[in-house]
């Protein structure tokens, strides 16, 4: 009979193996080279903390990977998952061995759910480091220590908006009895308010480059929005079920404590304003990975009724299952093609020249930009701040008329064009040569075309 502890430990290098190959077959996304290409274009410490602020984003991650940009800014992808998956690496760690559960079953689904088995090992983002420090935080704090857990906190919220939340969400699960006395919960967690406010004032730093924040007044929106994410946090993925998923609401009596049940509630509805007021677009499962992880924390109690424990369990097992799909596709059918836009491009670009990348939608070529150290431009120009280099300035925008044979002029050039975008125009002056198209892949018979715009003279 194997014991707990060695089936725990068989069961942490199976989620270490399988991890690894999800790495290895994954090509890499828009999001995951939007992080190289914010810091490799920083040519200061302060202008990569305003451009990761222009990101609506911490600053913590782009401090790690901004040396590999300089030194080796050739390295991406690799440089970019090895250090995105140490830190997941470090937080299933300590999910693993450090973090106490009533039931082992809850450790082991846990960390072979959707989130540690794919969404934040297989795709290089700051994630991984975010629930590293959130379970790092949350251990110190069992341990009763609580000025390294506010430390480590301070990192957390100074990584993601999302990690901000969660980790309030965590210390006030402990302390929320200190509200009722404001002096003494500024007294003993002065170093959280002082690293949230930080928080805050750099998220918001960046607003006036790049508004973020747009509210919405419209009252459907708005309900469809907070359905949306509750659900996601309870089932990634799960279609879109817009107002009715706020009825998923009914599975924070999981959580015994009924105080902290208030916490946890109100850190969902801090959640779901990101949605409504400022980010534009809605909840995606990794937005949702630390809230749910946290769920499970709050809620694994052995004072579980035998329902609630299935339901928690179910849960779990959802995720689980999600996971070993997404995982298994992504082997299968990676979702990406930046490296095949940037082999077709290496392959035909004149020597000597430096690359110039037109496109209908600049977002998809980020992750080949950043394969091959590349300029984006679109109809309206060159792509610039936060993502390449040049100055940030407020209010600024592109306006440089597009005329190929000028600005191309020194350049090797290729317009890609994505599926379902207008066919690319060109003055009767310009030489241009469709050097590749796509013929295949899942339900589309084509997702892009590469045309080569002649290499201009000097």
Not at 406 to 424: E, H, I, N, R, T
Not at 430 to 446: A, F, G, M, R, W
Request: charged fraction near 15%.
């Amino acid at each position: 009979m194997i014991s707990k502890k060695k089936a725990t430990l068989i069961f942490f290098w199976l989620w270490v193996i399988l991890s690894l190959i999800g790495l290895f077959y994954h090509e890499v996304w828009r999001d995951e080279a939007q992080a190289w290409l914010v810091a490799s274009s920083s040519g200061s410490l302060a202008d990569l903390l305003l451009r990761s602020s222009i990101e609506a984003t911490g600053p913590v991650y782009y401090l790690l990977i901004w040396p590999f940009t300089k030194l080796w800014p050739l390295s991406f992808p690799i440089s970019i998952q090895i250090i995105s998956w140490i830190g997941t690496f470090f937080a299933a760690y300590v999910w693993t061995f450090k973090l106490s559960f009533s039931r082992n079953s809850v450790r082991i689904l846990g960390l072979f759910s959707f989130y540690f088995l794919y969404e934040f090992s297989a795709i290089a983002r700051l994630y991984g480091w975010g629930l590293f420090f959130l379970f790092l935080g949350f251990y110190w704090l069992k341990q009763e220590r609580r000025i390294r857990a506010q430390v480590v906190f301070a990192l957390a919220m100074l990584t993601q908006s999302i990690f901000a939340i969660s980790a309030a969400v965590l210390l006030l699960s402990f302390v929320y009895r200190e509200l009722r006395y404001p002096r003494v919960f500024l007294r003993k967690n002065w170093i959280f308010v002082l690293s949230g406010t930080l928080a805050v004032i750099h998220f918001m730093w960046g607003r006036p480059y790049h508004p973020w924040i747009a509210p919405s007044h419209d009252f459907l929106k708005v309900i469809n929005n907070l359905g949306n994410s509750i659900c996601y946090i309870f089932f990634a993925n799960l279609g879109k079920p817009g107002g009715f998923g706020i009825f998923f609401a009914f599975l924070l009596f999981l959580i015994p404590q009924k105080g902290v049940r208030y916490v946890y509630l109100g850190g969902i509805l801090l959640f779901a304003s990101i949605f409504v007021v400022a980010y534009r677009g809605y909840p995606l499962p990794r937005h949702c990975g630390p809230l749910f992880l946290v769920f499970m924390l709050l809620a694994d109690s052995e004072h579980l009724s035998s329902l609630k424990n299935k339901l928690l369990h179910l849960l779990l097992f959802y995720s689980f299952v999600f996971g070993i799909y997404s995982w298994a596709q992504e082997i299968n059918t990676p979702f990406g093609d930046a490296e095949e836009i940037s082999e077709v491009i290496k392959k035909n670009k004149c020597s000597g020249k430096p690359l110039r990348l037109f496109t209908d939608d600049d977002f998809s070529l980020y992750a080949a930009a950043a394969l091959l150290s590349a300029e984006v431009w679109n109809s309206n120009g060159p792509v610039g701040c936060p993502f390449f280099p040049g100055t940030c300035e407020i209010g600024r925008k592109s306006n440089v008329p597009v005329t190929l044979p000028d600005v191309c002029k020194g350049f090797s050039c290729f317009w890609v064009q994505y599926l379902g975008a207008d066919s690319p125009s060109f003055s009767s002056q310009t030489k241009v040569q469709l050097i590749y198209k796509t013929e295949h892949h899942l339900l589309s018979d084509e997702r892009f075309k590469v045309f080569q715009i002649a290499c201009a003279e000097d």
